[in-house]
Nanobody, 126 residues
Framework: QVHLVESGGGLVQTGGSLRLSCEFS????????MGWYRQAPGKERDFVSS????????YYTDSVKGRFTISRDNEKKMVYLQMNMLQVDDTAVYYC???????????????????WGQGTQITVSL
């Protein structure tokens, strides 16, 4: 059973940067596309970014393009989300996700995810 554990959340000021990490275990990492979703209070869980099994192909929601970068290390079984120029609207719980394809995760949203992490809080202050 796939198990995902996020780390790297916290409090940051507007314009700052954070790097989220996600450790994968319990399966074959290279068989999964990986991604990140986020959920703000009172809102649905939304797609943020995903990447293919190799990491070469990446997908981003429009609001984070040019600011966030997803990457993965298949040897270490890790996926990362580098977040720059953070804005107040980026405040949310961020979830690591494993799925069948990066494109499906981008287009299909949460139903396309096979496994979730427990989430990590990102708070961006003015």
């Amino acid at each position: 059973q796939v198990h995902l554990v996020e780390s790297g959340g916290g409090l940051v000021q507007t314009g700052g940067s954070l790097r989220l990490s996600c450790e994968f275990s319990g399966g074959t990492f290279g068989n999964y596309a990986m991604g990140w979703y986020r959920q703000a209070p009172g809102k649905e869980r939304d797609f943020v970014s995903s990447c293919s099994r190799s990491g070469v192909t990446q997908y981003y929601t429009d609001s984070v393009k040019g600011r966030f970068t997803i990457s993965r290390d298949n040897e270490k079984k890790m996926v990362y989300l580098q977040m720059n120029m953070l804005q107040v609207d980026d405040t949310a719980v961020y979830y690591c996700a494993a799925g069948r394809s990066g494109a499906a995760m981008a287009d299909g949203g949460p139903p396309s995810v096979d496994a979730w992490g427990q989430g990590t809080q990102i708070t961006v202050s003015l």
